[in-house]
């Protein structure tokens, strides 16, 4: 019996099973810090630019980007699934164009980089696209 081989398979699924539990609690962190900060009680001045050049906002878009880092992949493997399933739907409808669609644009339109904008709650973060208003799209029943 090889012990080394279960060993390692054991090791594997383990490292497996903590990167998807790391991936979820930075999804959820990503998702639900920029409502509380939102909630924040002290407002920037208007007359303040808020474009950069201070420690705050080169502090902003480095979390940004290490935010991206887990973010980008999460939301690229769910368009790219929402695309497949779309089509899946659209084949088993019967070719129903209005099935398809609700899949593909919940799942391709959203927010794919976050922003500093996105972090401080000045740009909403959309996981799930949404449709246009002038789309004609109406929800499937």
């Not at 998702?31 to 050049?53: E, K, R, Y």
Request: hydrophobic share 45%.
């Amino acid at each position: 019996m090889n012990t080394y081989a279960s060993s390692a398979r054991l090791c594997a699924a383990s490292g497996c099973k903590l990167v998807a539990a790391f991936m979820i609690l930075a999804l959820c962190t990503v998702t639900m810090a920029p409502s509380a900060w939102s909630q924040d009680s002290t407002a920037v001045p208007s007359s303040v630019p808020n474009d950069g050049g201070n420690p705050s906002s080169a502090g902003l878009q480095a979390v940004a980007f290490l935010s991206n880092v887990v973010y980008f992949p999460v939301k690229a493997v769910f368009a790219i699934s929402g695309g497949i399933v779309g089509g899946l739907t659209y084949v088993f409808s019967g070719g129903s164009d209005q099935a398809a669609k609700s899949v593909w644009i919940t799942s391709l339109y959203g927010t794919y980089l976050l922003t500093p904008d996105h972090l401080q709650g000045n740009r909403p973060v959309r996981f799930l696209g949404v449709a246009d208003a002038n789309s004609g799209l109406e929800p499937v029943r």
